[in-house]
């Protein structure tokens, strides 16, 4: 079982996606912003689709505010699966509103690499984790530690993290989600 350390308490920014899309929908446009907080919250649910099809609908005007295009940044690194230099891009200054969601957006990532290297490796060179975990080798040693994997001549143990099961309600949230686009593409086409 993954350690408390590792893993934050999950945010729910639902309610900030949903709010914000409804906002693009009915001003037809956003604040630079309201369209960094939209960007954040794709980055941490890890809808990079969203995210990058959000980027084709910021204004121009808007494109240059430094903190959107950083943002957008982590995006284009995310995409394609550059993660140390999403980490790079992270681990810069960000006003007092994103740094949390930053933070959280770090943790994410690391904690979706950690699962993906339980899952795929026997063994893996500790500097090359630390690379994929975005952390110094002290860092890397304390998250070995805190699993409860063994780091033994340079190599890291993994032990394999098991998915909780969803059930039905993440299926649920799937399938209202289906059937909300479902509507509105209906509403759109007729």
Same mark, same amino acid.
């Given at each position: 079982?993954?350690?408390?350390?590792?893993?934050?308490?999950?945010?729910?920014?639902?309610?900030? +996606?949903?709010?914000?899309?409804?906002?693009?929908?009915?001003?037809?446009?956003?604040?630079?912003?309201?369209?960094?907080?939209?960007?954040?919250?794709?980055?941490?649910?890890?809808?990079?689709?969203?995210?990058?099809?959000?980027?084709?609908?910021?204004?121009?005007?808007?494109?240059?505010?430094?903190?959107?295009?950083?943002?957008?940044?982590?995006?284009?690194?995310?995409?394609?699966?550059?993660?140390?230099?999403?980490?790079?891009?992270?681990?810069?200054?960000?006003?007092?509103?994103?740094?949390?969601?930053?933070?959280?957006?770090?943790?994410?990532?690391?904690?979706?690499?950690?699962?993906?290297?339980?899952?795929?490796?026997?063994?893996?060179?500790?500097?090359?984790?630390?690379?994929?975990?975005?952390?110094?080798?002290?860092?890397?040693?304390? +998250?070995?530690?805190?699993?409860?994997?063994?780091?033994?001549?340079?190599?890291?143990?993994?032990?394999?993290?098991?998915?909780?099961?969803?059930?039905?309600?993440?299926?649920?949230? +799937?399938?209202?989600?289906?059937?909300?686009?479902?509507?509105?593409?209906?509403?759109?086409?007729?």
């Amino acid at each position: 079982m993954p350690s408390p350390n590792m893993i934050p308490e999950p945010l729910d920014v639902s309610f900030v +996606i949903e709010e914000l899309e409804n906002d693009e929908i009915q001003e037809g446009s956003l604040t630079a912003e309201q369209y960094t907080k939209l960007f954040s919250a794709y980055l941490y649910t890890n809808e990079l689709c969203a995210a990058k099809f959000l980027w084709r609908r910021v204004p121009e005007a808007l494109k240059t505010d430094p903190e959107l295009h950083k943002v957008w940044s982590i995006g284009k690194a995310l995409w394609s699966k550059h993660y140390t230099q999403a980490y790079e891009l992270i681990d810069c200054k960000w006003s007092d509103v994103l740094e949390p969601i930053m933070v959280a957006i770090k943790r994410r990532i690391q904690q979706d690499t950690l699962k993906f290297i339980s899952m795929h490796y026997e063994n893996i060179q500790l500097d090359k984790f630390q690379t994929y975990m975005g952390v110094d080798k002290e860092q890397a040693e304390r +998250i070995v530690e805190s699993e409860g994997w063994t780091c033994k001549n340079g190599y890291v143990m993994p032990i394999a993290i098991s998915e909780p099961d969803l059930g039905l309600g993440g299926s649920q949230e +799937i399938l209202d989600r289906l059937v909300t686009l479902s509507s509105f593409t209906s509403y759109i086409e007729n």
